[in-house]
Every structure is written in structure tokens, then in C-alpha cells.
């Protein structure tokens, strides 16, 4: 039977445009997609948009628009960055406010509610709009929310549906015991691990209608929608079309059951990529959402960390916002992949700023790679009496495991060591001398090093696949390729 990987974003919340955080994500979650079915793999990859929510409601509200009208702007937008971005093309892209994540997301609360992990109560809560999550004590730094200092913290009373989070705690610390790589890296694991030792409070899943009618209504009371995150978090199920109802044999047609056991019951699992914000929801929430409802957890959680510009917090007012869309029209699609694959830190805080990307656009990439692309392939072209043909097939080993453990950078690595270690075996070997001396050798040389070109190539194209092509395509034609990249003042 083929492998199979079931790999998706977060879903971003469209209160805003596409910006350069989502953009890494979805590059980081893209090379994993597009690796595993270099190897072979069967792979369904997910993303779309998060659409309900206070925030959202009242961003329409501000705007003059029906929230309909406002989200399904913002969906072209982030629909619209995927080519850009050179993501995959078949790509699911999934709204929740399609109508079938409705359905699925109204199916989950039932089967939650049935197995009796939902109750009502009056409380009173603080609420931070900005993270569109309830605040305890000890999140908060001097009674605001540390991620959004600016924003007041609202005291709420109301009448809400909870999700008996408390009853997880246990099964949450054994899954976590059961999978030291459930969550990566492992330093988020010991965080979450550590959250949940401290005890999890119910946490609420309802909003008053008269309050915020801006959500799925909760199937079983009218009065209420669904809490924005409790309805989003069922994207990665609904996707897959849970609950998938058995049709009927007198209707005919295939079974929906069969594509949850396909991707999720016989894969393990979503890999999940998120954001180091998102540790709490997708890690401890949504697992024991899931179990919740009687269905097994994530296969692994994904967390990067934060992109900050001059070591701050990218934000309008500062000025510092880097448009993901801007680089590539500067640079190219590929000159952004490799940047976030390579120069950006996979799970820590990192660092993005037009002056370092700059500097590795010319380094890495337009004396790097391409220059040694360039050299090999036009003394092939001259020397050579016709195209090699490329041998090694496979990735190398090291390549194989830094992806396995969601290292990008390291298996990045590998690739610009390879063009290091041909950058010297020119040097030392000298083929363009060598070839009014001794024309067999050098021959020989310029097929070897075509060779190391062509295993570059490969483990390119998950990361820089146009680049790749074009480099195989040289190769094929043995010819030189116009420069992969040209440098840029
Ligand atoms: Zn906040």
C-alpha cells in the first residue's frame, strides 16, 4: 500500500490581508507536501480561511459590509497569494462558511454534547478581541493581553455552552508520554506537557446571538453560535467530510466514510503547522476535542515561530511589515522559498528584513547556485558530446531525516554544502585548463560534477521546484540555462 500524509496549515483568520507569517507557514507546510510526494507518498494538503468571530463581525461592522460580503473578499485574497507562492496546486482550500464545515462542525457539537462533554453555565470572563480567546489571571500582564497591550480586556457575563476540558487532562499527559514527537520541536511539547499538569479549566464554546451573531448556529439552541475556534478547529475533519454518513445502498454511490479512514483514521492523522500562538488550541484543545467525540488526535503538531522585522513586531505603525507578495514581484517566487526554507529559524523567533534578504539573494542564490549552475552547464555544453544522464535518484540520507523531523534548514544545508564542494572541485580541478591537455579527463570531470548538479536539482524540488526544473531541463538539453538568478543591486 503507498504511503500516505495528510499535512495542512492553520487556517488564517481573515481579519486582516495575507501576511508574511501565514506565508511561511504555508511555504514550510508546501516543501513537506511536495517531499513526501517526491517519495512517492499519496498526500492531501489543506489550507483556507478561519471566517467567524468577533474580530471579523466587527471589521465588517467598521467597514459598511455584511460579514458575508467582507469574508468572501478576504478569501479571494489569501486564494489569490497561493500561485504566488508557488504552493502546490492541488491544494484543498476549505472556508468555514462553506456549507458542508457548517454541517460538520454543527454533527461535532452533537456528538460532543451526546457523549456529555458539554454543559451551560453563567460566568464571567475576561476576553481579549484581539486573540478572540478568554483570558485567566495569569495570562495576563498588568491586566492586559501581552500580545495585544493596546486592546482592553472586556469582562463578560453571560450564559455559555463549556467544553469539559478538565476531563482530558489525563489522556491529554498520556498522549504526550505515548509521543515524545507529537509536537514539534520538542521544547512546545514540554510547554504544553507542563500547561496541562497545572490543571485545564472548561473553557466556553458558545456566544450569545444577540451578542455576536456572527458564527455557526449551536444545533441544539438557537440563542447561541458556536465559539469562533471550537467551529474552525472542525476544519480538519470536515475536509475529509466527517461524518461522513453511510449512504444508503437503495442511493448508491460510494461511502463518505471512506475518506476519514483514508486520511485520518489509516494516516495517524493531520500534520498541523501553526504558530507558536496557536500552542494551547491545537496541542491541548482540539486533541481533546477529538476525543471528545471518540475520534483519535493529530498525528503531529508543527509550531514555528514568530517573524519579527528589526527584532520587532512587524506592525503598520512601525512601518516594518514585509508583504509577502511584494518580495516575490522584487525578487521571485523561488528567491522567497528559499529564504524561508533556509536563512528563516524553523521553530524560533526569526528575523526578516529586505536588507538580509538581499544579502542572501546575491550570496546564496545568484553566486551561489546560480553561478555554479552556470559554469558547470556551459562547460558541458562545450565539452561534452551529448546530455548526462543523471544517476542518483534517490535524496541523500541526512536530506531524508532533517525533513523527517521538520528541519527545512538543515536539509537546506545540504544543498549549499553540495555547491560548496563543487565550487572547489572546479577550483582544484581546473576543466577548462585541463581540457587542451588532457580532453578524456576533464571530460570526465564535467560529468561528475553534472552529476552533483543534477542531485541538487533533486533535492530542490520540494523547496525550489521552477529552479529545479529549470536546472533538469539544462541538464536534459545539455545546455547552459540563462541565470537562475540575476544579481541585484
Ligand atoms: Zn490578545
Known sequence: MKERTYITTTLPYVNAEPHIGFAVEIIRADIIARYRRALGEEVFFNTGTDEHGQKIYQKALELGLEPQAYVDQLAEKFKAILKPLGISEDINFVRTTDPAHIASAQAFWRTCDQNGFIYKKNYQTKYCIGCELEKT??????????????????????????????????????????????????ERQKEIKALVERGLQDFSISRLKTKMPWGIAVPTDPEHVMYVWFDALVNYISVL???????????????????FNHWWLETGGAIQYCGKDNLRQQTAMWQAMLMAAGLSPSKQIVI??????????????????????????KYDTDALRYFVAGELAMFEDSDFTWERFHEAYNAKLANG????????MKMAENYLAGPVEITKKEFPADY?????????????DIVWQKISTLDLKIQQTQPFKLIKENKEEAVKIVTELVQGVGEIAKMLEPIMST?????????ANNKMPAPLFVRKD
Request: charged letters at 25%.
Open 241 to 259: 467530510s466527517w461524518p461522513c454518513l453511510a449512504r444508503a445502498e437503495s442511493e448508491g454511490g460510494p461511502n463518505d466514510l471512506d475518506n
Open 137 to 186: 489571571d495569569s495570562e495576563l500582564v498588568n491586566g492586559k493581553c501581552p500580545d495585544h497591550p493596546n486592546l482592553a480586556i472586556e469582562l463578560r457575563d453571560e450564559e455559555n455552552y463549556f467544553f469539559k476540558f478538565p476531563a482530558f487532562g489525563d489522556k491529554l499527559l498520556a498522549l504526550y508520554k505515548e509521543r515524545p514527537d507529537f509536537v514539534i520541536p520538542a
Open 369 to 376: 547556485l546560480g553561478n555554479l549552475v552556470s559554469r558547470v
Open 400 to 412: 531524508v531525516k532533517f525533513l523527517s523531523e521538520f528541519e527545512i534548514g538543515k536539509a537546506v
Open 467 to 475: 529552479t529545479a526544473e529549470k536546472i533538469n531541463q539544462a541538464i
Open 304 to 329: 514555528d515561530g514568530f517573524i519579527t522585522s528589526g527584532g520587532q513586531k512587524m506592525s503598520k505603525s512601525l512601518g516594518n511589515v514585509i508583504n509577502p507578495l511584494e518580495v516575490v514581484e
